[in-house]
T-cell receptor, first 108, second 112 residues
Framework: EDQVTQSPEALRLQEGESSSLNCSYT??????LFWYRQDPGKGPEFLFT???AGEEKEKERLKATLTKKESFLHITAPKPEDSATYLC?????????FGTGTKLQVIP | DGGITQSPKYLFRKEGQNVTLSCEQN?????MYWYRQDPGQGLRLIYY???????QKGDIAEGYSVSREKKESFPLTVTSAQKNPTAFYLC???????????FGEGSWLTVV
């Protein structure tokens, strides 16, 4: 059965304090590893798709990386506006499996 | 602008009533999905459709029904058989199943 596990469940950072979020996955026939940002009361906003081990993608203060078993979302010098829940998902042959998310709070 | 439109944003339902949530996409995607999200929990798949006139049950289909008569539209009906329907409902689409999923803004359903 496909599984996606995210850690930590919650993370509190001071503004400017860099850190990483982890996403471990077990999926048959990975077609893509996806990262989303979700603000309270809104739909998830697409951030990145990674397709193969070793791939990296960047957007502003965020960088996503992928290995054969894990993906990391690195946040460099975060700002309060980066506070949100970050969701990871793995696309298999027929379905996409979501993790439960990491709730990030960045304190000024 | 291309995207996924859900309506209504907020909906109140009396116990025993059916209610239909609308979802329209203009991304020309073949696959569409309905997810349910409860406070502090992850996304759970209700139904998905890979192509027009075809749909499959997800992990929590009981008490829900869908139709896919047009490529652009995938309405979800929450029936009176759904025992705990109060939740945040998300519609989504992708080019095909397994590919990047894009979400609408969600609909809040409250049973009163």
């Amino acid at each position: 059965e496909d599984q996606v596990t995210q850690s930590p469940e919650a993370l509190r950072l001071q503004e400017g304090e860099s850190s990483s979020l982890n996403c471990s996955y077990t999926v048959s026939g990975l077609r893509g590893l996806f990262w989303y940002r979700q603000d309270p009361g809104k739909g998830p906003e697409f951030l990145f798709t990674l397709y193969s081990a070793g791939e990296e993608k960047e957007k502003e203060r965020l960088k996503a990386t992928l290995t054969k078993k894990e993906s990391f979302l690195h946040i460099t010098a975060p700002k309060p506006e980066d506070s949100a829940t970050y969701l990871c998902a793995a696309g298999g042959y027929q379905k996409v499996t979501f993790g439960t998310g990491t709730k990030l709070q960045v304190i000024p | 602008d291309g995207g996924i439109t859900q309506s209504p944003k907020y909906l109140f339902r009396k116990e025993g009533q059916n209610v239909t949530l609308s979802c329209e996409q203009n991304l020309n995607h073949d696959a569409m999905y309905w997810y349910r999200q409860d406070p502090g929990q992850g996304l759970r798949l209700i139904y998905y459709s890979q192509i027009v006139n075809d749909f499959q049950k997800g992990d929590i289909a009981e008490g829900y029904s869908v139709s896919r008569e047009k490529k652009e539209s995938f309405p979800l009906t929450v029936t009176s058989a759904q025992k705990n329907p109060t939740a945040f409902y998300l519609c989504a689409s992708s080019i095909t199943t397994g590919n990047t999923i894009y979400f609408g803004e969600g609909s809040w359903l409250t049973v009163v």
